[in-house]
């Protein structure tokens, strides 16, 4: 399972140049080689990190924690300190899967307490069922359980994430069945994730949801959680939706299908060249993740390094995505051209990138 939602940082500038070396390659694509120095790219995390825009500091501080590089461990101390929820639940979730420990604070976020699995913590509030559940509390699950098929549950997308996590039984069902009575931005979340926890009643949850809906947002909504789910039966639901009648919906499935190998990569050029910016966005955030399980073709490359200057954030930061997946951070010609003064979400990724090789 790749995620449970589609959930994507946008850089909100557009990319200049720093110091380049026009020979370079990778694999059997030419490039231009951009190459930073190790103390350049901790400086950039630093100041990305100390940014008075939370959604800058959320992306330096996961990026950089997720580099596993020896400076990333000034963090440990005050992250979970930080006055943003969202800042300290990427990075709980970053040093989950970094095996980084981190420092706790009595400020600490509840889920992101919950992420790095301190449910002792939680003593009361909203998330204390939840909490008690996840550490083995049989009552507290029933009720949990109750309150879920009764659509019961937080808005918060970190809650469906712990629970796709926790993996607790009954839990699918219980989110299967509830998808159908909980507030409208829920319902879908929440049958995606019965289908992440394999529950038999998920897919069949989705399709009474989508059903119900005819129109084509909250099918793209489905289709692209479906494609971060990846596995069989999801990618045998978006083989059936790339067949459909909406030309928007079947064309964001048949991209989708990139990833699971479905659909050709040549496929995936033209949809870089597409005139809708969204088709481009979804387009680069596909060849991100295939980047993950197989090379990209050298035409790929050069697409998706002409598209790291295209005019939309969300086609330049998928791009930016893939290229990193696909290989050396050297393969992303651009950068901000001074990402200490005016650090971006971007250049957060290439610096953390950078860090991977100086380990």
């Not at 009552?139 to 996590?165: C, K, N, T, W």
């Not at 009643?201 to 949801?209: C, F, N, R, S």
């Not at 998706?304 to 086609?315: I, K, M």
Request: aromatic residues 4%; charged residues 20%; hydrophobic residues 50%.
């Amino acid at each position: 399972m790749r995620g449970t939602s589609a959930i994507v940082w946008v850089a909100c500038v557009y990319l200049g140049c720093v110091t380049a070396h026009p020979v370079g390659s990778l694999g059997q694509v030419a490039v231009e080689e951009t190459v930073w120095t190790e103390s350049q790219a901790v400086e950039t995390l630093r100041a990305g990190a100390e940014s008075p825009d939370p959604s800058i500091r959320a992306v330096a501080v996961s990026a950089w924690i997720g580099s596993a590089h020896p400076s990333s461990a000034v963090l440990g101390g005050w992250v979970l300190a930080d006055p943003s929820s969202h800042v300290q639940r990427v990075s709980a979730r970053a040093a989950l899967e970094a095996g980084v420990p981190l420092t706790f604070h009595p400020t600490t976020d509840v889920l992101a307490a919950l992420w790095l699995d301190d449910s002792v913590g939680v003593a009361s509030g909203e998330y204390r069922a939840l909490a008690m559940a996840i550490g083995g509390d049989g009552p507290s699950l029933a009720q949990l359980l109750a309150d879920l098929s009764e659509g019961s549950i937080s808005a918060e997308s970190d809650v469906l994430e712990l629970l796709v996590r926790s993996d607790l039984k009954g839990v699918g069902d219980a989110l299967a069945q509830g998808s159908a009575l909980a507030e409208e931005p829920v319902r879908l979340p929440m049958a995606m994730a019965a289908v992440a926890l394999g529950s038999e009643e998920g897919v069949p949850a989705v399709a009474m949801l989508l059903q119900d809906d005819q129109g084509e947002e909250l099918r793209i909504e489905a289709v692209e959680a479906m494609v971060h789910l990846g596995d069989s039966r999801a990618v045998n639901w978006l083989e059936r939706t790339a067949k459909g009648t909406s030309e928007a919906v079947s064309m964001h499935a048949k991209i989708g299908l990139i990833v699971s190998g479905q659909t050709a990569m040549s496929f995936a050029a033209e949809a870089l060249g597409s005139p809708d910016r969204d088709t481009r966005a979804w387009a680069a955030e596909c060849l991100a993740m295939a980047a993950e399980e197989r090379p990209l073709p050298r035409e790929l490359i050069t697409r998706l390094q002409a598209s790291v200057r295209d005019e939309a954030p969300a086609v330049r930061w998928g791009a930016v995505q893939a290229l990193l997946a696909a290989g050396s951070p050297s393969a992303v010609s651009s950068v901000p051209s001074n990402p200490v003064d005016q650090p971006d979400a971007v250049s957060m990724l290439i610096a953390a990138k950078w860090l991977e090789t100086f380990r």
